[in-house]
């Protein structure tokens, strides 16, 4: 690959502390995970009244005022056009016809892509079902719960990064040769 504008971690770091300190000034300290919450409320208070509203967690988040577009999907839709915008302009966009598998899953769980798929999948909802559980996202406790100097997001963030390595640490342990 030739060599492409990358910008530094530093700069960005920057960018993002100065797109946190904008986002809660105009709007509120900002997160993901929410706007599915959000969007089930809407759902099920439209298909279902009653049981939304007999739902403690979902009735608080089907308020009339959530019910527009709103604050959170723009973020969810920005992410994907920000990280659109800013892989063309770092020429780092490119299409995998066939994306390769990583060498360390290959010789731990073969080269099955339809079993990594499935695995990304069941992950990814395990970390939004744990995201909800702890009140909030990566992006909503990373990032704007720490540098709000919040307890619970310092937890959070402890416990994601020691789950990451016990996990990355099991799933890729040396098979004991048969």
Not at 39 to 63: F, Q, R
Request: net charge positive.
């Amino acid at each position: 690959m030739e060599d492409s504008p990358v910008l530094s971690w530093k700069v960005a770091g920057l960018l993002l502390g100065l797109l946190v300190i904008l986002a809660t000034a105009l709007v509120k300290p900002f997160g993901v995970s929410t706007q599915y919450v959000v969007t089930d409320a809407i759902v099920l208070h439209n298909a279902a009244p009653s049981v939304a509203e007999s739902n403690e967690y979902l009735n608080k988040y089907g308020e009339k005022a959530d019910w527009g577009i709103g604050y959170g999907w723009m973020l969810v839709f920005g992410m994907f056009l920000g990280s659109g915008i800013s892989a063309l302009a770092t020429r780092r966009f490119r299409q995998r016809k066939n994306p390769a598998l990583p060498a360390m899953w290959k010789e731990q769980f073969g080269d099955h892509k339809g079993k990594r798929l499935i695995q990304a999948f069941i992950g990814g909802m395990l970390l939004l079902f744990g995201a909800r559980l702890a009140g909030g996202c990566t992006s909503g406790h990373m990032i704007s719960g720490i540098s709000q100097l919040t307890v619970g997001s310092f937890v959070f963030g402890a416990s994601i990064f020691a789950s990451g390595i016990l996990t990355a640490r099991t799933l890729y342990r040396k098979r004991s040769s048969s």
